[in-house]
Nanobody, 130 residues
């Protein structure tokens, strides 16, 4: 699968952005998908994920209540709506496809680990100014 994240940019603190992730195939309804980010000098960290059946969403504590993950299967697109942005949200954001299909159980902890995502797209830079 080929993934491409886009929609990043420069925004003031308190502002909003919506990131999109386009996939080359019908992957969103088959595998759990996630968003990760990597700030300069820091390790890649989990942001949000959605189960393959779309019934469950998962968020890191730092973004819960501000970010929303969603998808449009017809458009083969995954979204990350980001509101109330803070300077500490500045990072390159990546979308990724996990190894967990709709038949996988108990993925709540598993989808938070970058090592469980074999397929990654190119990232998009989000810069939040104070």
């Amino acid at each position: 699968v080929q993934l491409q994240a886009f929609g990043g940019g420069l925004v003031q603190a308190g502002g909003s952005l919506r990131l999109s992730c386009a996939a080359s195939g019908r992957t969103f309804s088959i595998y759990a998908m996630g968003w990760f980010r990597q700030a300069p000098g820091k390790e890649r960290e989990f942001v949000a994920a959605m189960s393959a059946n779309g019934a469950n969403t998962y968020y890191s504590d730092s973004v819960r209540g501000r970010f929303t993950i969603s998808r449009d299967i017809a458009k083969n697109t995954l979204y990350l709506e980001m509101n109330g942005l803070k300077p500490e949200d500045t990072a390159v954001y990546y979308c990724a496809q996990s190894r967990y299909s709709r038949y996988s159980d108990n993925v709540a902890d598993l989808v938070r680990l970058a090592s469980n995502y074999p397929d990654w797209g190119l990232g998009t830079l989000v810069t939040v100014s104070s």
